[in-house]
T-cell receptor
Framework: KQEVTQIPAALSVPEGENLVLNCSFTDSAIYNLQWFRQDPGKGLTSLLLIQSSQREQTSGRLNASLDKSSGRSTLYIAASQPGDSATYLCAVDQAGTALIFGKGTTLSVSS | DTGVSQNPRHKITKRGQNVTFRCDPISEHNRLYWYRQTLGQGPEFLTYFQNEAQLEKSRLLSDRFSAERPKGSFSTLEIQRTEQGDSAMYLC???????????FGEGSWLTVV
């Protein structure tokens, strides 16, 4: 059974700092991996999708990497801003159907 | 592009009552998903549709839960005889096909008292 773990559960950083969020999964046979952002009480916003054949994806200040063999992904946020404060969720897709989510990392960026 | 729309956004109901949530996906998307999320947890998969066909259901979807997607457009999720443990946010999402980016709605909060 696929399990997704995100470390740390919470992170507080000062504005301008670069940071890394970690995601690990137990079964490397995945279709793709997606990173989402969730603001309190809101739905999820897709940030980046990495297909199983890819190693990384970039969007603006965000860079996500995927190492399928070791079951790990990282989300790198450059020059963090207070507006980046949210919960970041990692999810793996094993068969092109259901996503399996981690519990998320709650990020707080102080000005 | 209006995104994925969910109604109602909030629902408070008494235990034992039935509730129904509606989801309108992005118009050109043929896949529609339902997830459930409780505080401090990631979303958990409930079910998904390819057009009007319900192709997969999670074991979380007890017989009190039923989902439909008539004509492959909007979808409804009905919970019968609600229990306090059903209190959660119910999220709808859609995608153009399997393996592509999934777009979520704002969710429907259910509180069972």
């Amino acid at each position: 059974k696929q399990e997704v773990t995100q470390i740390p559960a919470a992170l507080s950083v000062p504005e301008g700092e670069n940071l890394v969020l970690n995601c690990s999964f137990t079964d490397s046979a995945i279709y793709n991996l997606q990173w989402f952002r969730q603001d309190p009480g809101k739905g999820l916003t897709s940030l980046l999708l990495i297909q199983s054949s890819q190693r990384e994806q970039t969007s603006g200040r965000l860079n996500a990497s995927l190492d399928k063999s070791s079951g790990r992904s990282t989300l790198y946020i450059a020059a963090s801003q207070p507006g980046d404060s949210a919960t970041y969720l990692c999810a793996v897709d094993q068969a092109g159907t259901a996503l399996i989510f981690g519990k998320g990392t709650t990020l707080s960026v102080s000005s | 592009d209006t995104g994925v729309s969910q109604n109602p956004r909030h629902k408070i109901t008494k235990r034992g009552q039935n509730v129904t949530f509606r989801c309108d996906p992005i118009s050109e998307h043929n896949r529609l998903y339902w997830y459930r999320q409780t505080l401090g947890q990631g979303p958990e998969f409930l079910t998904y549709f390819q057009n009007e066909a319900q192709l997969e259901k999670s074991r979380l979807l007890s017989d009190r839960f039923s989902a439909e997607r008539p004509k492959g457009s909007f979808s409804t999720l009905e919970i019968q005889r609600t229990e306090q443990g059903d209190s959660a946010m119910y999220l709808c999402a859609s995608s153009s096909s399997g393996g592509n980016t999934i777009y979520f709605g704002e969710g429907s909060w259910l509180t069972v008292v």
